[in-house]
């Protein structure tokens, strides 16, 4: 369980920050979702991974740490606020701005360029 | 319970819901402002009272014991931090009476406001590090909303830099807790510091730190993370750009020194060293961006990213008259660079512009502006008698003292620079006449309208007078400075007060 659940932490977080370094609204805000899914798991792993326990002391042999699960819960809360924010954020400057780079702007010679490299990828 | 401790946080919560409740009038809301920010200044002062009398306040919510509650503490440096931010909040929102925008008015200015105070004080004040994080997001999240309130693209262009690297600071803060957590078991700090010293692998505790230093340090605008900085600063309407001038990077630097004097003094070599380079090269960076720089607003927040250098060398040196000068700096620093925004928006009211080629002959007809904004430039330049010149002085005395005369030596130069900065505004927008190209003397003939004038000055005049008194009558000020020292370098005071009998 700890190699797939380290695994699953290390996905996110590496695709998050990938996502993260491309220059346009919607893919940063894509990796900045997903690395802080990746932190919220990392968050709940911290309390160690215990299966089938519960999380009061003394109601059986097993007992899972709650501390963690409250911290990742508060986590997810704030997180989904700044997402939605973000969220409107990008829609909005890109209403205003007419292009989504997280610079608000670029040069012409720049689009055409990183415009046919992104006609490469796909 | 004390009630001073959790005052600073509640006045401006409950100020914020009520802002709320009375949406419909502005009136009121603005009403509120003032009497709230007052009360936060007042409880401020109780605090700051108490806190000196008893050295240490500790809090428990919920009346649990301390390492399972969440706790509020306040030593000399906390209470100074609250002190300010009820200072340069009555400022604010005397000055915001004048210069905010009705539009702004109206979708919720100053409930954000109270929340973003309500923030940055429990920020200050908690002792729990996961608490923390959740005061870091009710700050930034206000703090987003003001940036972008209005809405103009300039501003959308600003926000989503300084929301995106302020998400990932976030992001990097949280999980450095979760490590953190993962290795003591334990949330309080007082409680971690005592924990960190018995660990068996205090090689995972220095990665931590430094997780904590860049997450911090992306807050706090510390080289090489401050770019998100003068990238935003200048875009929001003034009184909120003096407001995140004063307070929100200083959140960073509070941040910064809690636990780098707290919690992780295992490896100060390696960790401070770190810092130190950083701070040298912040104030450096900082104040070479500015000299490139041609619209006031942006001059100013360059130097907010040199001055936080100041304030980190202070920490990095880690020496009692080190963190004496660090904590000065700080406290002649908020009140100075939120002084010089607000003088910027006075200059943005009477000519329409910040850009400097398009503003002219203030000193010619606004004598005494001219003076008010002498007394915070010369301040943050490090002209005596006024506070900057015993701020600088400290700083690059215990650096001496260090033997690091190359930190020393750079501190001067970027004391140079800076006067180099205030003497361009000076010239461009004081001195000179009023530009050709500037119609019927830009508004400077008319003024401002007279129901304003009052509110538009009296913060100015009143922060320029801190600024003073700080500088003419520092002993006093020095001697607090020194008691938030000796709090800092002794962690095990701080223990001592927060778990009690217990700690041993």
Avoid at chain 2, 117 to 137: K, Q
Avoid at chain 2, 234 to 256: M, W
Avoid at chain 2, 380 to 404: D, H, N, T
Wanted: neutral net charge; hydrophobic residues 55%.
């Amino acid at each position: 369980m700890e190699l797939v659940f380290a695994l699953a932490i290390g996905t996110l977080t590496s695709t998050g920050i990938y996502l993260m370094l491309r220059a346009r609204t919607f893919p940063v805000v894509l990796g900045l979702t997903l690395l802080s899914y990746g932190v919220n798991l990392f968050l709940f792993s911290t309390g160690r991974l215990v299966r089938d326990g519960q999380p009061i002391i003394g109601g059986a042999d097993i007992y899972s740490d709650p501390l963690p699960q409250a911290l990742v819960l508060t986590a997810i809360v704030i997180g989904f606020a700044m997402t939605a924010f973000l969220v409107t954020l990008a829609l909005r400057s890109h209403a205003d701005t007419g292009v989504d780079h997280v610079d608000g702007a670029e040069q012409s010679s720049t689009t055409k360029e990183s415009s046919g490299r992104e006609e490469a990828d796909q | 319970m004390k009630l001073e401790v959790v005052l600073p946080i509640l006045i401006p919560l409950t100020a914020g819901a009520l802002s709320l409740a009375l949406w419909r009038s502005v009136r009121l809301q603005r009403l509120l402002g003032v009497l709230a920010t007052g009360l936060l200044l007042a409880a401020g002062i109780w605090l700051m009272r108490s806190t000196v009398e008893q050295g240490f306040l500790v809090v428990e919510m919920g009346s649990w014991p301390a390492p399972y509650s969440i706790v509020f503490v306040s030593d000399v440096l906390s209470a100074i931090m609250v002190l300010l931010t009820g200072i340069i909040g009555l400022a604010i929102a005397i000055y915001s009476l004048a210069s905010t925008p009705t539009g702004h008015e109206k979708f919720g200015y100053y409930p954000l406001m109270h929340l973003l105070l309500a923030g940055v004080a429990g920020a200050f004040l908690t002792g729990d590090i996961f608490n923390l994080f959740v005061w870091f997001e009710v700050m930034l999240l206000a703090s987003f909303a003001l940036l972008t309130l209005g809405g103009e693209r300039a501003q959308m262009e600003g926000a989503i830099k300084y929301v995106t690297l302020n998400l990932f600071s976030s992001a990097l803060f949280l999980s450095a807790v979760g490590l953190l957590y993962g290795m003591v078991g334990t949330l309080n700090m007082a409680d971690i510091a005592q924990k960190v010293n018995s660990l068996e692998d205090p090689g995972m505790i220095t990665v931590v730190s430094l997780m904590f230093m860049i997450s911090f340090g992306i807050k706090a605008a510390a080289f090489p993370l401050f770019f998100w900085l003068p990238a935003s600063y200048h875009t929001p309407q003034v009184a909120v750009s003096a407001l995140f001038a004063g307070l929100l990077t200083k959140v960073g630097v509070y941040a910064l020194y809690r636990v780098f004097t707290l919690m992780f003094t295992q490896d100060i070599g390696y960790t401070h060293n770190i810092l130190l380079w950083a701070a040298a090269l912040t104030m450096l960076t900082g104040v070479l961006g500015a000299a490139a720089q041609f619209e006031f607003r942006r001059i100013l927040s360059f130097h907010i990213v040199s001055q936080i250098g100041y304030m980190l060398l202070g920490l990095a040196l880690l020496s009692p008259l080190a963190l004496v000068g660090g904590v000065f700096y700080i406290m002649h620093h908020i009140i100075v660079k939120t002084n010089l925004f607000l003088v910027s928006g006075i200059t943005y009211r009477l000519m329409g512009s910040y850009e400097l080629k398009d503003l002219g002959g203030f000193y010619r007809q606004r004598p005494y502006l001219a003076i008010l904004f002498l007394i915070p430039a010369l301040s943050l330049a490090g002209i005596p008698p006024l506070s900057g010149f015993f701020a600088k002085f400290i700083v690059v005395r215990a650096s001496l003292e260090s033997s690091e005369y190359l930190i020393a030596a750079i501190a001067l130069v970027v004391g140079l620079l800076t006067l180099y900065s205030m003497i361009k505004i000076w010239a461009e927008v004081f001195w000179k006449q009023v530009p050709d190209h500037v119609t019927d003397g830009g508004g400077l003939n008319s003024g401002l309208q007279p129901r304003h004038t009052l509110a538009y000055y009296a913060p100015v005049i009143g922060l320029a007078t801190c600024t003073l008194i700080i500088g003419l009558y520092g002993q006093p000020i020095y001697s607090l400075a020194e008691m938030a020292a000796h709090q800092l370098m002794n962690p095990q005071l701080y223990i001592d007060a927060v778990l009690g009998g217990q700690a041993k």
